[in-house]
């Protein structure tokens, strides 16, 4: 087991299995020494943990934990190119897009979700550049989606 997946273990989660696509996309993608991640959904064990609108029938406490669930499917899909986590060198960038009502404005407090559980598994080397976006839907009526972009 790689250190990055015991650290994992250590705050209490689990590196899951790769969550199928849904539609024609495969879930990570390795250009040079870069891999970029599709949006992943908060699923768990194949299916969505949660639907709704943060802000609405989602609160935003809630949105982020989902969000730290993303990061760790965003992970899996990593770790299907590289083979090992212990291999990436930083987290560059992280994109989060949350579907809200329209009045809600905490996207960022959301996406922190998915920002401070890389920080807590990857220290140094997981402080990345950030986009939180607001959304009117996302697929399957998912409340928060992440993607990765990672130097190994």
């Known amino acids: ?3 990055i997946e015991q650290k994992i273990i250590e705050l209490g989660f689990s590196l899951p299995e790769t969550a199928k696509p849904l539609a024609a ?8 020494n870069l891999v970029f991640t599709s949006g992943q959904l908060p699923m768990i064990e ?12 989602v609160s935003p406490e809630r949105a982020k ?4 669930v993303c990061a760790l499917n965003a992970l899996a899909a990593v770790k299907t190119v590289i083979g090992d986590l212990d291999k990436i060198k930083r987290i ?4 989060g897009f949350v579907s809200s009502t329209p009045e809600f404005s905490g996207q960022p407090g959301v ?3 998915a920002s401070e559980f890389l920080g807590a598994v990857f220290g140094d ?3 990345h550049a950030r ?6 839907v996302l697929p399957l009526d998912a409340p928060v989606e992440i993607e990765l972009i990672v130097e190994v």
Do not use: D
């Not at 996309?25 to 040079?32: D, K, L, N, R, T």
């Not at 560059?92 to 994109?95: A, G, M, P, T």
């Not at 986009?131 to 009117?136: E, F, K, L, P, Y």
């Open 65 to 68: 934990e989902l969000a730290t």
């Open 25 to 32: 996309y495969i879930p990570a993608v390795q250009s040079g």
């Open 92 to 95: 560059v960038k992280v994109v």
């Open 46 to 57: 194949g299916s969505l943990a949660e639907t709704g609108k943060v802000g609405g029938s």
């Open 131 to 136: 986009s939180a976006v607001g959304v009117a």
């Open 125 to 127: 080397k997981g402080i």
């Open 111 to 113: 996406v922190n979700g």
């Open 1 to 3: 087991m790689s250190q």
